[in-house]
């Protein structure tokens, strides 16, 4: 069995003290562990490091010459509010203990200490980082209340689209998922993440229609208090709380352009500089954007930058529309009816062939979100042991009109619609329907074009 403590992540270390020889000996114990160190001597290099990077954990020597290590305590907390802060010292007492306590520090080390000592104590801290960012990451996906991620399919084109992403998941390259509105292109990027070296890590979302441009960039970059009207803390940000994690722009062909130059430098550099601050901060996270609009247009309208798009379009991955994967209308449908029953605590079992043929047969502009709504409307609303096509919402529904019979006074062009319509409802995938109309592929998206299939 794998030993628990060498899965713990690597950490960010800044390491302040007087002493040269305490510097190394930490740096050397530390690097030895696979952590990150950055060693400095004095209270002023080490608020200037603090300001430039984001740290998960600061040892600092109580004594910096005549300055006091328990004074950086209040400045590592405003620039990374997880910074944990161990006070190491050789005047210990329990009136220095508890001021470093009341004053936010982590913990306490004594001098002279031990590796072993040393080891411990980071290793706690790992452990409580790696709590605290899966802490961040269930809350952000708790509040979306959304059914578990079902990314099984029998579609050959989404089969494909899945391979392709875990493929390309476990690489840094950024990565652009293109998908119409309710694809699922948040959820394949939250399976990008988890199927990536980057999966211990946090996983942010930004929606970048939803913000004003000063708020998005705050959002984003983070601010310092003072930078606009509001602000009356610092806030570090979004690329800093999901360092070592992967950023998920959702839409961002919306993104205004104001804040495109300053995305494009991050992807070019690696560094940003948050709002009201003058000091320059390293970014170490994986970006994964979405849009659900031709960026290439918007490229040529001047709405988007032609620098940026590319930065961006590393590894496209688009994803087809439900109606273009309809052997997967059913059992998405069943994932998503268990998930609703059991939440809303009702008996359902599962549908009658009447609603299976309305949810097989309707062409799903809204993708698997709208599919999603209709089957938790239905599950709200049935007292019955199936579901019935008449617990659907009415577009769903199959028109109740007889069947036109050949010769009736209609036109060609509605009995080809109704014939699409029908054999698009019985097949069991594309390629089976363009078989059976003897279509081919082409045709078929013309046809269903045409007539809003």
């Known amino acids: 069995m794998e030993d628990p403590e060498k899965i713990l992540p690597s950490l960010n270390i800044l390491v302040v003290d007087d002493e040269p020889t305490i510097r190394k ?47 950086l305590i209040t400045v590592f907390r405003a620039a990374c509010p997880w910074m944990k802060s161990v006070i190491i010292t050789a005047y210990a007492s329990i009136d220095t203990a508890v001021e470093a306590m009341r004053r936010g520090a982590f913990d306490y080390l ?5 590796h072993d000592q040393v080891v411990v104590l980071v290793r706690k801290v790992a452990r409580i ?38 493929q390309v998941a476990d690489s840094e390259a950024t990565i652009l998922i293109h998908g119409e509105s309710g694809t699922g292109k948040s959820i394949l990027a939250r399976a990008m993440h988890s199927w990536s070296l980057r999966a211990s890590k946090p996983f942010c979302t930004i929606s970048c229609p939803s913000l004003s441009v000063e708020l998005l960039e705050s959002e984003l970059f983070g601010h310092k208090r003072g930078a606009f009207t509001g602000a009356v803390n610092n806030y570090p940000g979004r690329i800093a709380s999901c360092q070592g994690g992967t950023l998920f722009l959702d839409e961002i ?29 390293k970014a170490d996270v994986r970006i994964i954007a979405a849009t659900n609009v ?119 062009e509605e009995v080809e619609e109704m014939h699409i319509r029908r054999i698009l409802a019985s097949a069991k995938s594309i390629e089976e329907a363009c078989r059976i109309l003897g279509m081919d592929s082409v045709t078929l998206w013309r046809r269903r074009k045409k007539y809003g299939i």
């Open 25 to 71: 000996v930490l740096t050397m114990a530390l690097e030895a562990e696979g952590h990150q160190v950055t060693a400095v001597s004095n209270a002023k290099d080490a608020s200037i490091e603090a300001n430039r990077r984001y740290f998960d954990l600061a040892l600092v020597d109580l004594r910096l010459g005549a300055e006091s290590g328990m004074d």
């Open 129 to 166: 980082r790696t709590l605290e960012q899966k802490v961040e990451t269930l809350q952000e996906a708790l509040s979306q209340a959304a059914p578990e991620a079902e990314l099984s399919s029998r579609s050959p084109a989404m089969l494909r689209v899945l391979a392709m992403a875990r």
């Open 294 to 412: 031709d960026l290439e247009a918007a490229v040529r309208t001047k709405r988007f930058r032609e620098d940026l798009f590319y930065r961006l379009n590393v590894v496209e991955i688009l994803i087809p529309p439900l109606r273009d994967r309809r052997e997967d209308i059913l059992p998405l449908a069943g994932h998503l009816l268990a998930f609703f029953t059991k939440q809303n605590h009702r008996s359902t079992l599962g549908f009658t062939e009447e609603a299976s043929s309305a949810l097989s047969g309707y062409h799903w502009p809204g993708n698997v979100r709208e599919l999603r709504n209709a089957v938790e409307r239905a599950v709200l609303l049935c007292n019955d042991e199936y579901l019935d096509v008449g617990y659907l919402p009415l577009k769903l529904a199959p028109v109740a009109a007889s069947s036109p019979n050949l010769g009736d006074p209609i036109s060609l």
């Open 253 to 281: 062909g919306d993104l205004p352009l104001a804040v495109q130059a300053k995305l494009l430098r991050l992807l070019q550099e690696k560094s940003y500089e948050r709002l009201g601050d003058m000091e320059t901060h």
């Open 110 to 114: 004594p001098k002279p200490f031990t």
